[in-house]
């Protein structure tokens, strides 16, 4: 399932990330990874924030 399929609140385990090299090296570089936990804070039409390891993370698309 993609993230931005996930509702708030709602709890997922990175199974993948697709993506470039660079968009992959980003990603992982702020903590993200897979097999890591992570539970959606807010998710909006064009931004989803996320939360890992303690830490919030925004995304935007």
Do not use: Q, W, Y
């Amino acid at each position: 399932m993609p993230l931005v399929d996930l509702e708030p609140e709602k709890e997922g385990i990175i199974a993948c990330i697709e993506g470039g090299f660079g968009l992959k090296r980003r990603v992982r570089s702020i903590g993200l990874r897979e097999g890591k936990n992570l539970r959606v804070i807010a998710s909006h039409p064009f931004s989803t924030v996320v939360g890992v390891d303690g830490r919030e993370i925004g995304f935007s698309s």
